[in-house]
């Protein structure tokens, strides 16, 4: 049985309330992906160790550290060096991510 809208006003607030709820994943997830790449530069932790310390379920951490690894390899390729914790920032509004660089005397270091 499917949902079916009474009228357009019901419609359009389960839409916010599914928009509200997404937004708040999303955010969540970006909190996570910047905690799990801050703990990464500390020290190497298994997805087992990472999912009790951020205490989600052990497919939510192997989901995160696949999107870490293949960032991490595309910096890698285009920057020929280690991305830390410091070159990734999120942009404002959920707009995605950006990579950053240091730039030292004009010439790009990381």
């Excluded at 499917?2 to 599914?18: D, H, I, M, T, V």
């Excluded at 910096?75 to 950006?98: D, L, V």
Aim: hydrophobic share 35%; net charge positive.
């Amino acid at each position: 049985m499917s949902w079916q809208p009474k009228n357009f006003n019901e419609a359009c607030l389960r839409a916010a309330g599914r928009r509200a709820y997404n937004a708040r994943r999303r955010l969540l997830r970006t909190h996570r992906i910047s905690r799990i790449l801050a703990l990464q530069d500390l020290s190497d932790r298994s997805g087992r160790e990472l999912a009790a310390l951020l205490n989600v379920h052990e497919a939510t951490i192997s989901r995160d550290l696949q999107f870490i690894k293949q960032l991490k390899a595309d910096y890698r390729c285009s920057n020929g060096c280690e991305m830390s914790a410091r070159s990734f920032r999120w942009i404002k509004g959920g707009r995605g991510w950006q990579t950053t660089f240091e730039i030292r005397n004009g010439v790009r270091v990381k």
